[in-house]
């Protein structure tokens, strides 16, 4: 075991770095795509409004 235990030591900030670079990716990639799911619905409504406007009119 202890001639393992250095290179564990070694690669350990790298795991590390690429965990985390894993977890904010996913969190970027997560948040746009809630971005776009609440911009198409957003889309949608003013478009409903507006059609449903001009009729009453």
């Known amino acids: 075991m ?3 235990l250095p290179y564990v030591l070694a ?5 590390g770095v690429a ?3 894993y977890v904010i990716i996913k969190n970027i990639l997560e ?7 609440a911009l198409a619905k957003w889309e949608a409504e ?6 449903g406007k001009s009729r009453d009119e």
């Not at 948040?31 to 799911?37: F, K, V």
């Open 2 to 4: 202890e001639s393992v």
């Open 11 to 15: 690669l350990l900030p790298t795991v």
């Open 19 to 21: 965990w985390l670079f």
């Open 31 to 37: 948040g746009d795509r809630r971005e776009r799911i």
């Open 46 to 51: 003013r478009k409903a409004d507006a059609t």
